[in-house]
């Protein structure tokens, strides 16, 4: 496609319940990035796929996050046990290459509520 | 580990006047540095960004920014805004060989007439 994209763009789930988030990249690109942006935060890395490795998760919050990423393109993001304090926009971003001094192009995000 | 801090959470100015987003990072190795900017209900949208080179960074839209190593800055300016400027910008930086791009909170630029 033209660009990243990312579905749902909104979803409200109940406490508890399993979400999953769906990020496809930019055909080409090798490296695919996750993050979270609350309300009044700014943008939390989770994050970054090279391939279908992750030689980065270190921002993942607890293992109730999970995240996967299949014949190095469509990356899917999975919370566990949803908790109200999930709520948040999780932007998907990918990029040509490996390092990020190349440009980083990013979907419009997943609104999740957590009621 | 690599942090960014952008002072001010909302910068509020009228068109045609000059505007600067303060941007401050911490790194003890070389960074690269970034700016992008978000407009209401839109995904994130790369401005500018420094490598190496000129201090001196010219982005999309009029905007520029200045790499400051010694006071550890990053600010990006505009000469004379425009009511369509108003939207959140990011100032981000990563570590010169790694993939973790750090965000600032992020400042709100309202641009009224």
């Known amino acids: 496609g033209a660009g990243v994209s990312q579905s749902p763009s909104n979803k409200v789930t109940e406490k508890g319940k399993d979400v999953e988030l769906r990020c496809d990249p930019i055909s080409g690109h090798t490296a695919l990035y996750w993050y979270r942006q609350s309300l009044g935060q700014g943008l939390e890395f989770l994050i970054y796929f090279q391939g279908n490795s992750a030689p980065d998760k270190s921002g993942l919050p607890s293992d109730r996050f999970s995240a996967e990423r299949t014949g190095g393109s469509v990356s899917t993001l999975t919370i566990q046990r949803t908790q109200q304090e999930d709520s948040a926009v999780y932007l998907c971003?990918?990029?040509?290459?490996?390092?990020?001094?190349?440009?980083?192009?990013f979907g419009q995000g997943t609104r999740l509520t957590v009621v | 580990a690599q942090s960014v801090t952008q002072l001010d959470s909302q910068v509020p100015v009228f068109e045609e006047a000059p505007v600067e987003l303060r941007c401050n990072y911490s790194s003890s190795v070389s960074v690269y540095l970034f700016w992008y900017v978000q407009y209401p209900n839109q995904g994130l949208q790369l401005l500018l960004k420094?490598?190496?080179?000129?201090?001196l960074v010219k982005g999309i839209n009029g905007f520029e920014a200045e790499f400051n190593k010694s006071q550890t800055s990053f600010h990006l300016r505009k000469p004379s805004v425009h009511i369509s400027d108003t939207a959140e910008y990011f100032c981000a930086v990563v570590k010169a060989g790694f993939q973790k791009l750090v965000f600032g909170t992020g400042t709100r630029l309202l641009v009224s007439p």
């Open positions: 971003a990918s990029s040509l290459g490996g390092s990020m001094n190349t440009e980083a192009f």
């Open positions: 420094y490598l190496s080179g000129s201090t």
